[in-house]
């Protein structure tokens, strides 16, 4: 055994009795798992966005008592105990001196034990238990985990907090939509608010912004630097406060290049190890050409908007961008395939939702249209991009505007981001 015996006993009752400690608030992803599969569950998602949460959350709908090993691998005992066999000592430990009637694991942050596929691998193979996973790099969604693991497994993606969640957080409780008009002021507050501070749980829970900054360095020391041994902190650190600084903007990893000064291929690296740890995202130009869609840049979008404040006071100032980028993780949240739509006259739409082949609407975000011209532009963009994809409906997003529009016998719909983003 490469851990003290009794070392591993106080690990696993740590674990265990922080499920009963912790005061937990319900998340959707929870009633969204399918608890009596078979196959391996994995959450995926960035550091702190509350998996170990809905981990807990899903031992307490389960009923489970005494039958189920609970360890969050970021402990700092598996800092040097990071082995693969650190897996089933734990087991062995827990068998002998907890229940021999081991039936669930959940290991939360898995990735932090080197080679840990082999371990679950074999594990499921076994079919003796019921496996529950969490992880904060993209590596663990569906297609890489399925070659690591050859299938049988269901992903589910975890977030910060949808502003659902968020109002919940706070003790708001909304029994239909009548409620909508009747809390509008008190949830165009809580809107404000989200805007600021973002969703992370514990940030919500607290109100320590200051924490937010933290969550920033820890995810990019441990989930980027560390991960994939990167020599130059410093200037990856930058582009990442650069890119959360500019979330909703066109990003090109030739001005990256430039900006930084580092080659094209370490700027298209950095890039892709910041979307594996969740820090960012990138959203596609639609085209009906693969080759033109493939070549076209990409807009790029922060994991929170209160994380992009923190880092940034820039991203502070333009509070449309931040509209728009908790329009872009809602539309991730509810599972669209999304896009960024470019006309023929090169107007820009900020997202085309698409269904398997067929287009189903588009949507534009505007934190105002009382400037005429501002009104004219979105309006203009958004006529011409229906007639391009034969799209009869779609949809302005504003702070807090709301009216019907018709168009070339095509209706526009503008509603306010809060409302919409309570509509699901």
Same mark, same amino acid.
């Given at each position: 055994m490469t851990v003290d015996y009794q070392q591993l006993i106080k690990v696993i009752e740590f674990w265990r009795e922080s499920i009963h400690l912790d005061e937990l608030q319900d998340r959707d992803v929870v009633g969204a798992v399918d608890l009596k599969s078979r196959e391996i569950i994995d959450l995926v998602g960035t550091r702190r966005s509350g998996k170990s949460s809905i981990l807990k959350l899903i031992v307490k709908r389960l009923?489970?008592?005494?039958?189920?090993?609970?360890?969050?691998?970021?402990?700092?005992?598996?800092?040097?105990?990071?082995?693969?066999?650190?897996?089933?000592?734990?087991i062995q430990?827990?068998?002998?001196?907890?229940?021999?009637? #081991?039936?669930?694991?959940?290991?939360?942050?898995?990735?932090?034990?080197?080679?840990?596929?082999?371990?679950?691998?074999?594990?499921?193979?076994?079919?003796?238990?019921?496996?529950? #996973?969490?992880?904060?790099?993209?590596k663990l969604l569906s297609g890489e985990l399925s070659t690591l693991l050859t299938g049988r497994h269901q992903s589910y993606r975890v977030f910060p907090l949808s502003f659902q969640e968020f109002i919940a957080f706070r003790g708001v409780v909304l029994a239909g939509k009548r409620d909508l008009a009747l809390k509008e002021k008190a949830l165009l507050k809580h809107f404000d608010e989200y805007l600021s501070i973002g969703g992370f749980p514990e940030i919500v829970l607290t109100n320590?912004?200051?924490?937010?900054k933290s969550y920033f360095f820890d995810i990019v020391q441990k989930d980027v630097v560390m991960r994939y041994d990167v020599r130059d902190k410093e200037v990856l650190q930058k582009m990442a406060v650069y890119l959360m600084s500019n979330a909703a903007k066109i990003a090109s990893v030739e001005t990256l290049k430039n900006t930084f000064k580092i080659s094209f291929a370490l700027a298209s690296s950095y890039i892709e190890y910041l979307k594996e740890a969740f820090l960012i995202f990138? #959203?596609?130009?639609?085209?009906y050409s693969l080759k033109t869609q493939h070549k076209a840049l990409k807009k790029i979008y922060s994991i929170d908007t209160g994380l992009s404040n923190a880092v940034s006071f820039k991203f502070s100032e333009d509070i449309g961008r931040a509209l728009e980028n908790v329009v872009f993780l809602e539309l991730l949240k509810r599972g669209n395939e999304i896009y960024y739509y470019?006309?023929?006259?090169?107007?820009e739409v900020d997202f085309l939702i698409k269904q398997g082949q067929k287009m189903e609407g588009l949507i534009q975000v505007s934190w105002s249209l009382e400037d005429k011209k501002t009104r004219q532009r979105e309006m203009r963009a958004l006529s011409q991009s229906m007639e391009e994809t034969n799209i009869n409906h779609a949809t302005i997003l504003t702070y807090n505007e709301e009216e019907t529009a018709?168009?070339?016998?095509?209706?526009?719909?503008?509603?306010?981001?809060?409302k919409w983003l309570l509509s699901a």
């Open positions: 009923g489970l008592k005494d039958n189920y090993l609970f360890i969050n691998f970021a402990d700092p005992i598996f800092i040097t105990n990071n082995d693969p066999a650190i897996i089933e000592e734990l430990v827990f068998r002998e001196y907890f229940n021999p009637k #081991l039936e669930y694991l959940f290991f939360d942050e898995i990735q932090d034990i080197t080679h840990w596929e082999r371990a679950i691998r074999k594990l499921r193979d076994g079919d003796k238990f019921k496996i529950f #996973l969490t992880g904060s790099s993209s320590n912004r200051e924490l937010l990138d #959203l596609q130009q639609f085209s470019m006309t023929a006259g090169n107007l018709e168009i070339k016998g095509r209706v526009i719909q503008i509603m306010p981001v809060w």
